[in-house]
């Protein structure tokens, strides 16, 4: 597809650590397209919070030895800090998880939303800037106005009160829409949501998914959801990326996710989700891997079912297992969805098929590796 | 004994099941009340009537479910029943004991029938000791007999919580989330209670790890017949384990019920907007919970609780009634009973909840 807003391409970022360099992200890919709302979905360590501050550089301490990110085309790993910071705010902005500690406390509400306003894609300090704000009053009240109108967007009753209380002042649920409306009032046109809904009742929780969806829509915002909610992604989602240990296991369009589980890992979650007419399932036995010396094969073996000794020492790319469906497991076979790829693509891993699916039409059984030329869908 | 839990609420008598004749615990119109000061002097100013009288009664074995949203007095309920906080004023009874009139002596014997899971597992154990000693406290505590039996006992424990005996020797900061919790609960279930609290057992853990631990506390329960109390948010997950629930809302219990009647057909405007907040992973669940309500506003300032029916300021159907006194529980089948005027006759929307 032509033109996505954003695209992840092979991100790797490492952590230096006393216990020697933790490979936190190894190699994802994902594409966000224009007006779409994708879901990075996955547990407690899988990565999901490095992957979007890597994508807004929020990570000093963190070296990116590889890959690219590309915002709108251009790769902002490339452009200098001056350049992110300007795009920072203005072009993507972000909704941090936690609504309690995530506002500055000894700023009213007003302040902090003219903040954005006020300097919104402009470099840190600028004293002609600086004599320009306080010349001018005209801009002043423009931003209130701006900002007031935003807080009632967001469904704040009292906008006005709201604009000139403190933090403490507010519930959960207001600071929450505060924090929405502060990361659309410079009209952005990514937005970054992590977990905007987890620190809430599931009753305000519902309202501010529901609020958000409504206001991303209006913009036609493309928006990158972070949670470890299956649930909640399949709401507000129109394809889900689920991570493990800092690899992208599965991806595929919400509905098909959920119609058609590949990974044993997205199984093994899904299952574990308390539900109303199925019941609870085992839950997944066994840890993360060690980042600092992690599996050379796939880092979900440990835990799998399924593994077989081969999946240990061969990487399980990911592959194309459907037209929109890319599934890194060797239980599956299919065309490497990436080019990069291609090389490992020769050597498959025979472990048989997925147990699940007995005529085993979907993986294509375990047929011979060459069936490199299927409809091949590489163009992610 | 009383043979119903709500004969502190008038109307609603409702036919309890045989088990509930010789409920393994019931608590009766338990209230507390927190005080508020204010000013230099620390004039009383008021209270927080965080729980204000609660009622209901649970069967030996089973698992009674509480769910409410926050402030909504679940743990403090259940924090109250234990007497880890003094109850203002009310009944709890666990297995024929009331628990509120016992001495401190008395109590901390009787302690070993009654025990909680934390919710949090990294606050609720002490980092400088090892599982052992973590483990081993009740058991010292209740001269539970010399320190080889002590340790035999410690790995029968970690047995059952399916944590490798050698984690004994570990600290709490050595283990992960899910296996911390196992910690807890086995320090909890040391000496055999007969009722254990699970003040949301797995809300600080991934799902993955949740239906492990979920898995663990249900056979520990087979096993020895003891009696929970599920606090929870989580009301899918409530669906799952509890046989019986209580909707809290602002401290009181606003519907009462076996879990598939409770599920299949909310009677309280709030169980149904709780209900309908789920989010599901499938076509089928979104079949079976109610189309989405949205509740007006927020939960009020527990200082000021509206008049009359506290729900009444989000509810979507209101009466005159509803700002003048507050609905009885009305009973609504065999096991389920309701706090609100729709299910009284003499209101006519009523019809549109049958």
């Not at chain 2, 004969?7 to 309890?16: E, H, I, N, V």
Request: aromatic share 6%; hydrophobic share 35%.
């Amino acid at each position: 597809m032509a033109d996505p807003i954003l695209e992840v391409k092979n991100l790797h970022v490492h952590f230096e650590t006393h216990d020697g360099t933790a490979e936190v992200i190894n190699g994802i890919d994902f594409t966000i397209e224009r007006g779409e709302t994708a879901a990075l979905v996955g547990e407690t360590g899988c990565g999901k919070s490095v992957t979007v501050k890597s994508i807004m550089g929020l990570l000093p301490s963190a070296t990116i030895p590889e890959g690219e990110i590309r915002y709108k085309g251009e790769d902002v790993l490339s452009l200098s800090d001056a350049e992110r910071h300007s795009r920072r705010g203005k072009e993507m902005s972000m909704i941090m998880q936690d609504p309690m500690t995530s506002l500055n406390p000894v700023l009213t509400v007003g302040e902090q939303m003219m903040d954005v306003l006020k300097w919104q894609g402009r470099p840190r300090l600028s004293l002609s800037k600086l004599v320009r704000d306080a010349l001018s009053t005209g801009s002043k009240a423009e931003y209130r106005r701006r900002a007031i109108e935003m807080l009632g967007e967001v469904e704040i009753s009292a906008p006005e009160r709201v604009f000139e209380s403190y933090p403490v002042e507010l519930s959960g649920g207001m600071r929450q829409r505060v924090l929405i409306a502060i990361a659309l009032l410079s009209e952005p046109d990514l937005l970054i949501a992590d977990e905007p809904g987890t620190a809430l009742d599931v009753t305000t929780e519902a309202k501010v998914l529901d609020l958000l969806d409504e206001l991303v829509e209006e913009r036609d915002t493309s928006v990158l959801y972070i949670t470890h909610d299956l649930g909640v992604a399949r709401e507000v989602s129109d394809r889900i990326n689920v991570m493990y240990a800092g690899e992208i296991v599965e991806q595929a369009p919400t509905a098909d996710l959920f119609a058609n589980p590949q990974h044993p890992y997205t199984r093994g979650l899904l299952e574990s989700i308390p539900t109303l007419s199925t019941g609870i399932g085992d839950g997944i036995e066994g840890h993360l891997p060690d980042y600092t010396d992690p599996p050379a094969g796939c880092r979900f073996a440990d835990r799998c079912p399924h593994a077989e000794p081969a999946c240990y020492d061969a990487y399980p790319y990911p592959r194309q297992t459907g037209p929109d469906h890319a599934t890194a497991c060797h239980l599956f076979s299919g065309t490497p969805a990436r080019e990069r790829h291609e090389s490992l693509a020769a050597e498959r891993v025979d472990i048989g098929t997925a147990p699940w699916l007995a005529g085993g039409d979907v993986a294509g059984g375990g047929d011979a590796p060459g069936d490199v030329s299927a409809d091949g869908g590489t163009d992610q | 004994m009383n043979d119903s839990a709500y004969t502190t609420d008038s109307t609603a008598a409702a036919q309890r099941d045989r088990d509930l004749d010789d409920p393994m615990v019931t608590v009766e119109n338990l209230k507390k009340h927190f005080p508020l000061f204010e000013g230099i002097l620390q004039k009383k100013a008021g209270e927080v009537r965080a729980v204000d009288g609660v009622s209901f009664s649970i069967a030996e074995g089973e698992t009674f479910g509480l769910v409410g949203e926050s402030g909504s007095g679940k743990t403090t309920t259940g924090r109250s029943m234990l007497r880890l906080t003094e109850p203002t004023s009310g009944r709890v009874e666990i297995d024929g004991q009331n628990v509120v009139d016992l001495s401190d002596g008395e109590l901390k014997r009787f302690r070993r029938n009654m025990q909680i899971v934390h919710q949090d597992p990294s606050s609720s154990l002490n980092p400088r000791h090892r599982v052992k000693s973590i483990i081993e406290a009740p058991l010292k505590i209740h001269d539970y007999g010399d320190s080889e039996a002590r340790l035999e006992r410690v790995e029968e424990l970690l047995d059952m919580v399916d944590l490798p005996r050698e984690f004994m020797y570990r600290y709490p900061g050595q283990l992960s989330g899910g296996q911390k919790q196992r910690v807890g609960i086995a320090r909890a279930v040391a000496l055999n209670p007969k009722f254990v609290v699970l003040d949301e057992p797995t809300s600080a853990l991934d799902v993955s790890v949740q239906a492990r631990i979920i898995n663990i506390l249900e056979e520990i329960q087979e096993e020895f017949g003891i009696t929970y109390l599920f606090i929870t948010h989580d009301l899918s997950l409530l669906k799952n384990v509890a046989d019986r629930i209580g909707v809290m809302y602002l401290g009181r219990l606003v519907e009462v019920g076996d879990v598939d009647s409770v599920f299949g057909s909310p009677q309280h405007p709030y169980s149904r907007a709780l209900l309908s907040a789920i989010s599901t992973i499938s076509e089928e669940d979104e079949l079976a919970k109610p189309d989405r309500i949205t509740l007006d506003g927020e939960v009020p300032d527990p200082r000021e609780k509206p008049s009359g029916c506290a729900f009444r300021s989000r509810c979507a159907h209101e009466f005159d009634a509803c700002a003048v006194e507050e609905p009885d529980l009305y009973e609504r089948g065999p096991d389920q009973v309701s706090r609100c005027f729709l299910h009284d006759d003499r209101f006519e929307e009523g019809a549109e909840w049958e």
